[in-house]
DNA sequence: GCACTTCAAATGCCAGACAATTAGAAATCG
DNA sequence: CGATTTCTAATTGTCTGGCATTTGAAGTGC
């Protein structure tokens, strides 16, 4: 592991770069702990505080962890899909947010990817699944649900669909999909009616996946991704035509 | 933004938490400049090298540049699919690597995802994809390529098949998992037989993208999956039986 | 008006020190 | 001898203060 003390960059972050690499190829392995900060400074000839920026970068990725006292240190962190979801939910909301991504676009993603899980969720979801699904359309169907309740269970329905799938590798993706497009949903005020329609919608998809039935599971969802882009069009004609609403 | 010094975290995560929150919540906005460092510390009753450490989580995750000199300072990151690319890719290829996701798990995703974007590149791919794709095609026909080689004609195929559908929210959840599979990939050995039938797959992809046909890529990608799956067992199946191989 | 110089602000980096935490070793007591 | 307590060393977390470097802008001279 060398770095460039004439680079360009920062040394804190080459010095980072270096060891991701390292854990990236293998020459790290999990748990295994890295040399004390005073070591790393003495190896890579800087001081302690950049050395510390370097870890604080590989720390904000999850890659390492920090363990304070005697037999403490850094180590090498093993990356869980629990740890990652976060992460990825927050670039996945800020890209959807800074770089105007068409509502249009951003729907199309994630019932193109959300069909992609439908037949195996329909196949090897747990009955688990399936009530979470029917919990949370009862929950959809209570009067008096905010709008941000009523998207949060919205949420909370499609992440069962989708961890019906029981492949851990479509779970964390779609996760990205599916909960940055919140904040877009939640621009949208739904109507007694709209919400009859999406728990209508909700339903057959619980029912599909209920008989194990992947080409209705899809079928349903093409509906719901109709249904949704319909309403936000009229949602953002409406708010154009007089923009003064709020 | 308040944080508590008497939290157990690090006083730098808990103000980039902060900053975070504030970001993603919509508070500091793309290219407002954050005070400088010396402002933070005070505002955070903190030190410099603490507020440089929040700094570098920050700008770790690429929500936040910093620029020197008179008018420099942090300031608030526009995230682009471009900068996101390198993090899902890592991200992705250490949850692979390091949580013993079996192969067939992974490939499963892959090919998923895949199909889902099949019916849109079959409709709206550019004459350059598809001439991408022919060129790879091309390249895995030498003979003489080195397996690793092979692999990454083999993403590059694979992702022109997924930008062609024209939609960056795809690609960019896509690249993770394609990307991510390539060492995976790699730990395969392609016997001229095995790149032979590759490469007519590939061809019945291109020929179906090429005709617009949305389901005779689907089908193509599955055949594909298929392939793929079985050049893996078998491969494992031999490494396990003799496991001294290297 | 243009080129050059100077300046100030900001980040990048460093040295040294102290505080807080923690596991293990050492000492003490029953 | 065993259990408990205390001590100690190692390590990260934080602070103070300072210097180097970069860079735009203001000033200066021609």
């Known amino acids: 592991m060398k770095i460039d003390p004439a680079s360009p960059a920062d040394l804190s972050a080459q010095i980072a770069a270096a060891i991701r690499d390292a854990i990236v190829a293998g020459t790290l392995i999990v748990d295994e702990r890295l040399p004390s900060e005073a070591e790393l400074s003495e190896q890579f000839d800087v001081s302690r505080p950049t050395v510390r920026e370097a870890l604080k970068r590989?720390?904000?990725?999850?890659?390492?962890?920090?363990q304070r006292g005697a037999t403490g240190g850094?180590?090498?962190?093993?990356?869980?899909?629990?740890?990652?979801?976060?992460?990825?939910?927050t670039t996945s909301t800020l890209l959807l947010s800074m770089n105007a991504v068409s509502f249009e676009t951003a729907c199309e993603a994630r019932y193109a990817l959300e069909r992609a899980c439908a037949p195996f969720s329909a196949n090897r979801r747990s009955p688990d699944h399936l009530a979470t699904m029917r919990a949370e359309i009862h929950r959809q169907s209570q009067p008096g649900l905010t709008d941000e309740a009523f998207c949060a269970s919205d949420v909370?329905?499609?992440?069962?669909?989708?961890?019906?799938?029981g492949n851990p590798v479509l779970s964390y993706q779609l996760a990205g999909a599916v909960e940055a497009m919140q904040p877009l949903m939640n621009m949208i005020t739904f109507s007694a009616r709209d919400r009859a329609r999406i728990v209508a919608l909700h339903t057959d998809i619980a029912d599909a996946v209920e008989r194990k039935d992947a080409d209705a599971t899809a079928i349903a969802l093409t509906a719901l991704e109709l249904e949704t882009q319909k309403l936000a069009e009229s949602v953002f004609a409406a708010r154009a035509s007089k923009p003064a609403t709020k």
Request: net charge neutral; proline share 3%.
């Open 58 to 66: 590989l720390a904000a990725q999850s890659l390492i962890r920090t």
């Open 74 to 89: 850094a180590f090498v962190n093993r990356l869980s899909f629990e740890e990652a979801y976060p992460q990825q939910i």
């Open 156 to 165: 909370a329905f499609h992440r069962a669909l989708v961890d019906g799938a």
